[in-house]
């Protein structure tokens, strides 16, 4: 069960920049580290975001994350055809004693 | 190459028992936390289980807990899901996922290298 709000569907034309809310809770987006992920159909999940805002090597600059309080974010500039995909933000939920996952956002580029 | 790759996925009945693995390689398993993510047929993605990693903590997520067992293999660098009394909400893409920092209990830190998934699915 996804306690991680996320809007169903962003969308934006080419060279555009989107963002991706995702909403929590104190126990978990207020006390610890975000992640973010895409995800292809058929494919597994690959890590955009590391600790709230860290792009791991490879993820182009275009990807940034940020976090406030119990919410965060995922943008994306200079929206591409290729960033069309799902994606999703994880978080550790101390009440829960587990990870709790966004529902997830489908990124269409117009 | 760093690399996981799962196995023992297929149809099962329900209330049956199903067994799936993920072989580790191009790094020290042993130093790992691993965890268990899955994702049912157009659904988002779920957490299942996460393992230190020596194995002294495990964490599985309430809607399979008293259900699904998480174990690792430190000697032959191989991560388990024992999955007991599936019900057809378990049909699902199983992956697994690499926790990125090592020695870690395995809470927080998230998953930096994933599996290709191994499909369960449960039959009535």
């Known amino acids: 069960q996804s306690v991680l709000i996320q809007p169903p569907s962003v969308s934006g034309t080419p060279g555009q920049r989107v963002t991706i809310s995702c909403s929590g809770s104190n126990s978990n987006i207020g006390s610890n580290y975000v992640y973010w992920y895409q995800q292809f159909p058929g494919t597994a999940p690959k890590l955009l975001v590391d600790?709230?805002?860290q792009r791991p090597s490879g993820v182009p600059d275009r990807f940034s994350g940020s976090k406030s309080g119990s919410s965060a974010s995922l943008a994306i500039s200079g929206l591409r055809s290729e960033d069309e995909a799902e994606y999703y933000c994880v978080a550790w939920d101390d009440s829960l004693s587990g990870y709790v996952f966004g529902t997830g956002a489908k990124v269409t580029v117009l | 190459q760093v690399q996981l790759v799962e196995s023992g996925g297929g149809v099962v009945h329900s209330g049956r028992s199903l067994r799936v693995s993920c072989a580790a390689s191009?790094?020290?398993?042993?130093?790992?936390?691993m965890n268990w993510v899955r994702q049912a047929p157009g659904k988002g993605l779920e957490w299942v289980a996460v393992?230190?990693?020596?194995?002294?903590?495990?964490y599985i997520a309430d809607s399979v807990k008293g259900r699904f067992i998480i174990s690792r293999d430190n000697y032959k660098d191989i991560l388990y899901l024992q999955m007991n009394s599936l019900t057809i909400e378990d049909t699902a893409v199983y992956y697994c996922a690499r926790d990125p920092l090592s020695y870690s209990s395995g809470r927080g830190d998230g998953f930096d290298i994933w599996g290709q998934g191994t499909m369960v699915t449960v039959s009535s």
């Open positions: 600790g709230n805002t």
């Open positions: 191009g790094f020290m398993f042993s130093r790992y936390a």
């Open positions: 393992i230190s990693y020596d194995g002294s903590n495990q």
